[in-house]
């Protein structure tokens, strides 16, 4: 059985949000069945925890003594049992792999830094002269993304792969904005990617281990 960590229990602003979502999403959609692993506060830094996740993130993928970290590798893992999420033809798959890892890396650094700057240094006199900044340069990289996506339902095309599941999942980190909703393309195309019923499932799971916890 696959074991996948998770928090027992996060703040508000944070719950729909922790990173064990994309992991439970990606199962969802490869029709894999798995358990999750509950963390009480302080569990993350444990020496056992630590041996597995150097840095005391969830989530943890483990399977049959196999443990991997970083969603975005879990996710790859997984798609590579599943052509639900990553395609069999070779190039598919790199150009899958591709928005992966570009939505790790050229998308959610910048809105991370737009959300930290509005949920925890809102009232500082650097955020306010730093977040207009901020927020433009995360406007530009949406406005491209917005570019290439174009008419095409998905990133690759008329299919959903993982680099659309990743995609998505970075963009409603915005949610609390109107930074998505103003651009037509993309807002269309993020409310096809969460209207699945594979993230539905996944978001279900993880807001209901949320409420067990309460």
């Known amino acids: 059985m696959i074991t996948i960590s998770a928090f027992h229990w996060v703040p508000d602003l944070a719950r729909g949000q922790v990173r064990d979502l994309r992991v439970r999403w990606a199962l ?31 989530p943890i993928f483990e399977e049959d003594g196999f443990t991997l970290f970083e969603s975005g590798a879990i996710v790859l893992h997984i798609g590579e049992r599943s052509t639900a999420l990553l395609p069999e033809d070779p190039k598919a798959r790199a150009r899958a792999t591709q928005w992966v890892v570009a939505a790790l ?48 339902p998905y990133l690759d095309g008329e299919r959903f792969t993982a680099g659309d599941l990743m995609m998505s999942a970075v963009l409603r980190i915005l949610h609390y904005t109107d930074i998505i909703k103003s651009d037509a393309r993309l807002s269309a195309y993020l409310e096809r990617c969460l209207a699945r019923p594979a993230f539905k499932r996944a978001l279900d799971a993880q807001l209901g281990d949320f409420r067990a916890a309460a």
Do not use: H
């Open 28 to 58: 969802e959609e490869a029709g894999l069945p798995y358990q999750a692993r509950l963390l009480e506060q302080g569990d993350q830094d444990k020496d056992d925890y630590r041996a597995l996740q150097p840095f005391g993130q969830v």
């Open 105 to 152: 890396n050229s998308i959610e650094p910048f809105i991370m830094n737009l959300a930290l700057i509005d949920f925890f240094y809102t009232n500082e006199e650097w955020a306010k002269l730093r977040r207009p900044g901020a927020e433009a340069f995360v406007r530009r990289r949406l406005a491209a993304l917005s570019k290439n996506l174009g008419d095409k």
